[in-house]
């Protein structure tokens, strides 16, 4: 594998309001990201990751059963083979952030990984699911109401160019899953997201570099921008961002704009953090059995 490899990140803003009918949704959505991909590519992307349940607006900031026809079976579905066919005629890695439906009724926060054959290597499931209020017109981050937990472990994804974990948002927030990243051997770790101003913005860039630094990996962090109608519940602030080893900002997109985002990561500089660092050496978890008990 060469040393350096061009990363792609997509943020964008949902065109449609939300009392469309979900397929509106999905079928402009679908449209518009096809061709930001394709601007990547252009651009020199190898990885191009999108951002969280990319095809719609965040539709979390309700509780309303309309939304479960979004889900898709993966790697099945309509999007992941649409979007299978297009990693292969570009010669791209595709982190797809999509909706999960598995059998009747079990629906799952899921981000499928293609490579730049069109190969469907797996997919991550978000583990950490949050359901917490924001504003005042009884909106919030209602993923509890969408989502089942993760059950698939933190994989990493050999691809063609880098070795890949995701993390996908409001995991963002645990450090115990972007440690088993990096102990599973990731490069580089994407986390699509669906965040507004008012909540997390002020730990935006704290973070995740700091998961970078911990852990001897870039992170490659993806937020929608605009307001979305009719929930209006607060600014997705972009912002989307690459990250080195250092913690030191590679690339920081706008905070309002549709934007395809650029930068490079260096692979030589992982092993050179890691061999003046080595925080992997000097772990102790023999020490830490008591992580995983339960509190009373």
């Known amino acids: 594998m060469a040393s350096r490899v061009k990363i792609g990140l997509i943020q964008a803003r949902n065109d449609v309001h939300g009392d469309e009918p979900v397929q509106v949704h999905k079928e402009k959505a679908i449209e518009k990201h096809v061709k930001m991909v394709r601007d990547a590519a252009a651009q020199g992307a190898q990885i191009i990751c999108l951002q969280e349940i990319f095809y719609g607006p965040y539709f979390c900031a309700e509780q309303n059963t309309k939304w479960y026809e979004a889900a898709e079976e993966v790697p099945d579905g309509p999007t992941v083979q649409l979007f299978r066919s297009l990693a292969r005629e570009l010669g791209v890695v595709l982190i797809l952030p999509v909706y999960e439906r598995v059998g009747i009724g079990t629906y799952y926060n899921t981000a499928a990984v293609i490579d730049a054959d069109g190969s469907y290597l797996g997919k991550y499931r978000k583990q950490h699911i949050p359901h917490v209020g924001v504003g005042s017109e009884g909106c ?66 704290l973070e995740q570099p700091a998961h970078a630094v911990a852990n001897g990996y870039y992170v490659a962090a993806i937020n929608r921008v605009g307001m979305e109608a009719p929930w209006n519940m607060g600014e997705f602030y972009g912002q989307s961002y690459l990250v080195d080893p250092r913690g030191q900002f590679v690339v ?33 978890p023999e020490t830490y059995d008591d992580m995983v008990k339960l509190l009373p």
């Open 140 to 205: 919030g981050f209602w993923e509890k109401y969408y989502f089942k937990p993760g059950n698939l472990g933190y994989p990493v994804f050999d691809t063609a160019f880098a070795k890949v974990g995701v993390y996908i948002c409001y995991d963002r927030h645990f450090p115990e899953g972007a440690r088993l990243l990096g102990l599973n051997g990731a490069e580089i770790i994407f986390n699509p997201s669906a965040t507004v101003a008012g909540l997390s913005e002020y730990l935006w860039k």
């Open 252 to 284: 920081v997109g706008s905070r309002d704009q549709d934007e395809v985002i650029v930068a490079e990561m260096d692979r030589n500089k992982i092993h050179e953090v890691r061999d003046t660092w080595q925080f992997y050496r000097d772990r102790r």
